[in-house]
């Protein structure tokens, strides 16, 4: 999955893009003190062990893909 895919799915979960640092987006959630950073690399696909990372972190489960 790509930067781009997961921050739309953030979207539809309500995190809501703060600023964009270089290729990075960052992401908040109201009612948490959680920042999450994502990779924006145009279509280029996240490395696993950070895509998991994410979508534990934002509650979006495999299902939603």
């Not at 109201?30 to 972190?57: C, E, F, Y």
Request: include cysteine.
């Amino acid at each position: 999955m790509s930067g781009k895919r997961l921050c739309r799915l953030m979207e539809i979960k309500g995190w809501e893009l703060k600023r964009i640092n270089g290729s990075h987006c960052i992401y908040a959630k109201s009612g948490s003190n959680l920042r999450i950073s994502v990779p924006v690399h145009g279509d280029t696909a996240l490395k696993m062990g950070l895509q998991k990372q994410l979508m534990k972190m934002t509650n979006i489960d495999e299902s939603e893909l």
